[in-house]
Each structure stands twice: as structure tokens, then as C-alpha cells.
């Protein structure tokens, strides 16, 4: 079954759902409302500078789209570790609550599974919507396909 994801622009806060990519996958792309430049990584919407994706030369757009990711680790790295701080007994292994490891956990724009939280729900009509507005027009991309399907 796929899973589709909440995601919020984090340029001009609209909203919409996309399938859930694999781990490690970065997808770039524009919001279909401002047309600013994201990327979608661990379960985040990370803001672009689209000037700079767009125009700049190849190890300006190759420094700018590290330091998103890089700073987006840091800030999850740390709050990881503050939410595992506490002390465990001898023996006791530590666990990353389950969509932690995906990047579901917290954050302003992150990434939620609404299949994960309830795999009997119907797809409610506006689902529909959105995927046949959104995502259908893309399935002939071979890019688009292997990001989601692998």
C-alpha cells in the first residue's frame, strides 16, 4: 500500500500531500502554489533558494543544497539525542520512537503519514483530488517514478 504524506511550503505555508518517498531519497522540486524551490528529505519540506538552483554555477548550487541538508541534520541530531537523553538501566537498549527514524517526529513543516495512522480508512475524496492533480500528472516521469516506487 502506499502512503501518502502531509507536507507544508515552507515559503508560503500551503499545504498538500505527496506519496511517501524511500529513506534517503531527496526529491527538488517547485510548490505548485508559489513555485518556490523545496526538497523533500527524511520526511521534511526544506526551503531552496531557487535563484541559486536555478542560475548559479554548479558548486554554488552544490554548497547551498548542503547546507540546508546539513543544517537540517544538526537541528534533528540534536533534538534526537535531547528526546533520548534520560538516563537507562544497564542493559536497556535506546529506541527511536517509531517515524523518528523517517524524520516524522517533530518539527513546523514536517512530514506526516495519515496511512500510518490509520491503515483502515477510506481515501477520502480530496485525496483523490490531490493525487489526480498532482501526482498522476507526473507518473510518466521516470525520475518521479523510481523516487516513488523505487
Known sequence: ????????????????QLMLPPL???IVGPCPECGELVVVFCGRVLPLDKEIILNAPFEEKREHLMTVLT?????YV????KDNSSVQEEGEQETIPEGEAAGLGHG????????RQS???AISAGEIAD?????????DNTDYFKAIFG
Not at 540534536?78 to 539525542?81: D, F, P, Q
Not at 493525487?131 to 507518473?139: A, G, K, S, V
Open 1 to 16: 500500500m502506499l502512503s501518502l504524506i502531509e507536507v507544508k511550503c515552507p515559503h508560503c505555508g500551503a499545504r498538500g
Open 24 to 26: 534517503g531519497v531527496l
Open 71 to 75: 543544517s537540517f541534520l544538526e537541528e
Open 78 to 81: 540534536v533534538r534526537l539525542l
Open 108 to 115: 513546523g513543516n514536517e512530514v506526516s503519514d495519515p496511512a
Open 119 to 121: 491503515s483502515k480508512r
Open 131 to 139: 493525487f489526480i492533480r498532482l501526482d498522476l500528472n507526473l507518473i
